[in-house]
């Protein structure tokens, strides 16, 4: 999820359309040999002499939604009405998705959709898409020029599925001030979650009346979060090589390292060092806004908001991600959402259409411009020399994600878990990590339950595809 504020709600909804029947007549994974016309990709020719329109759902709001209008002006633009984009909000990623669901009964889907990471097993085994790669392979796009740990999400055995288009990766965010208060020195954040344990003591901040008047961590209980630890330790979240040798049979967030995580975090809020604002991911960033916590963990796609939203309080710096311990020796996963090409129900000229959008937003100059309007990571790894110096020295907060991407060397635990029924399997480590985090159950026990209850709807969901 990444992740942004779009990618909690709804997530009945989407496990209604994983958990049930899937789409009728998917077939059985991520094979796309031997493809029938609809999800071949067309040549340049397919477009003709005439205009053709292509409907874009997406999921982006506020500032993002105004840098989604702007790609899309620009590419409508540079297009002289050969191929009109016309981009259509339809809500938060959970209500798209659904949405898309709805479409696909109906046989009229959008020619292009954006959907979040964790949608991606459930398009592949859609048998609606037309797979990026064939669109790759036909016209010699420089794939190269994707971010390498960005595009192995994306794929199954080698082969991109869908392009990256809003990247998030999480990050460790510091109130300065905070720092100096207390005498601590910001510019050397910590790096593991024992640091963060020892500094947050130091952080906390009592009134003469013993209220805790600011705290030195704070976190959504996110399941993203524990994901990107995991990850960070090298640990893979489900098996068989994280959904990606073959449909994954059982989540691993019980697995001594998560445990880890959520005793880590209990202790904490326990021992008072730590605020617990639950699941809400808007409550746990309002108090790092306000200044009621002085680090906290959250995704490179807020980091505009809290910016201009600290202005005149707090200076915020941004860290890389912290580790699981001084062993840990890998890294965090990408967010966001990748762009999608249906093929079922499209004219050839339709799909191409798309894919000229998917091209052009991919570029490195409307990476480069998605990127200072909107905090996500560029995908192209051109994007950050076409970006005004001036911008990037008054903006240093915005490159630790990029670093942290480049300083990544692409691995099956930080590509991430593909899993048909991800939402529920997120929504199941939430419950662990809270059952652990307000004491209800010991940190082992909660986490076991919790991954052990997701069995029935992964195995239900295999079925259904296979």
């Known amino acids: 999820m990444a992740h942004s504020p779009l990618r909690r709600t709804g997530r009945a909804v989407l496990?209604?359309?994983?958990?049930?029947?899937?789409?009728?007549?998917?077939?059985?994974?991520?094979?796309?040999?031997?493809?029938?016309?609809?999800?071949?990709?067309?040549?340049?020719?397919?477009?003709?002499?005439?205009?053709?329109?292509?409907?874009?759902?997406?999921?982006?709001?506020?500032?993002?939604?105004?840098?989604?209008?702007?790609?899309?002006?620009?590419?409508?633009?540079?297009?002289?009405?050969?191929?009109?984009?016309?981009?259509?909000?339809?809500?938060?990623?959970?209500?798209?998705?659904?949405?898309?669901?709805?479409?696909?009964?109906?046989?009229?889907?959008?020619?292009?959709?954006?959907?979040?990471?964790?949608?991606?097993?459930?398009?592949?085994?859609?048998?609606?898409?037309?797979?990026?790669?064939?669109?790759?392979?036909?016209?010699?796009?420089?794939?190269?020029?994707?971010?390498?740990?960005?595009?192995?999400?994306?794929?199954?055995?080698?082969?991109?599925w869908s392009m990256p288009f809003n990247t998030s990766t999480p990050l460790l965010y510091l109130n300065k001030e905070a720092f100096t208060s207390a005498g601590l020195d910001p510019t050397k954040p910590p790096k593991t979650l024992t640091?963060?344990?020892?500094?947050?003591?130091?952080?906390?901040?009592?009134?003469?009346?013993?209220?805790?008047?600011?705290?030195?961590?704070?976190?959504?209980?996110?399941?993203?979060?524990?994901?990107?630890?995991?990850?960070?330790?090298?640990?893979?979240?489900?098996?068989?090589?994280?959904?990606?040798?073959?449909?994954?049979?059982?989540?691993q967030f019980d697995q001594p390292a998560a445990v880890?995580?959520?005793?880590?975090?209990?202790?904490?809020?326990?021992?008072?060092?730590?605020?617990?604002?639950?699941?809400?991911?808007?409550?746990?960033q309002a108090a790092f806004k306000a200044g009621t916590v002085a680090m906290h963990l959250e995704s490179t796609s807020v980091l505009r908001g809290y910016v201009d939203a600290a202005a005149g309080k707090f200076t915020v710096l941004t860290a890389p991600y912290p580790k699981i311990s001084d062993a840990s020796t890998g890294g965090p996963i990408i967010g966001g959402a990748s762009l999608w090409i249906n093929g079922v129900g499209h004219s050839a000229a339709e799909k191409r259409a798309a894919w000229e959008f998917v091209k052009f937003a991919a570029g490195a100059t409307p990476q480069a411009q998605w990127h200072t309007g909107t905090g996500y990571v560029p995908i192209n790894v051109k994007a950050m020399e076409q970006i005004d110096k001036a911008w990037t020295e008054k903006y240093p907060q915005f490159r630790t994600a990029v670093d942290q991407l480049h300083a990544l060397p692409p691995s099956v635990a930080?590509?991430?878990?593909?899993?048909?029924?991800?939402?529920?399997?997120?929504?199941?480590?939430?419950?662990?990590?809270?059952?652990?985090?307000v004491g209800a159950k010991p940190a082992d026990q909660a986490m076991k339950e919790a991954a052990t209850g997701v069995t029935a709807a992964i195995d239900s969901y295999n079925k259904s595809v296979r």
């Open 195 to 251: 640091e963060i344990g020892e500094l947050a003591k130091k952080l906390t901040v009592k009134d003469a009346s013993g209220k805790t008047t600011r705290y030195g961590f704070g976190a959504a209980i996110y399941g993203w979060l524990l994901e990107q630890l995991l990850a960070t330790d090298g640990k893979e979240y489900c098996d068989n090589g994280n959904g990606r040798q073959q449909l994954a049979s059982k989540v």
């Open 414 to 437: 930080s590509a991430g878990c593909l899993l048909g029924v991800m939402p529920q399997a997120r929504k199941a480590s939430e419950d662990g990590l809270e059952a652990a985090i």
């Open 15 to 160: 496990a209604l359309l994983t958990a049930t029947a899937l789409i009728s007549g998917c077939g059985s994974g991520p094979d796309d040999g031997g493809s029938s016309d609809a999800l071949d990709a067309p040549g340049a020719e397919a477009l003709g002499d005439g205009r053709t329109t292509v409907e874009f759902w997406h999921a982006m709001k506020g500032a993002n939604a105004a840098a989604v209008d702007k790609l899309v002006a620009d590419f409508n633009a540079a297009n002289g009405g050969k191929v009109e984009v016309k981009a259509v909000y339809q809500g938060n990623y959970d209500e798209t998705i659904a949405k898309y669901k709805a479409s696909v009964q109906q046989k009229n889907t959008p020619a292009l959709i954006q959907v979040y990471d964790i949608g991606t097993r459930f398009m592949v085994d859609s048998k609606q898409v037309v797979p990026m790669h064939r669109f790759v392979e036909k016209d010699g796009f420089p794939l190269a020029d994707i971010e390498p740990n960005i595009a192995s999400y994306y794929s199954i055995d080698g082969k991109l």
């Open 260 to 284: 880890q995580v959520a005793q880590w975090w209990a202790d904490l809020v326990k021992n008072g060092y730590a605020t617990n604002t639950g699941r809400k991911t808007d409550d746990a």
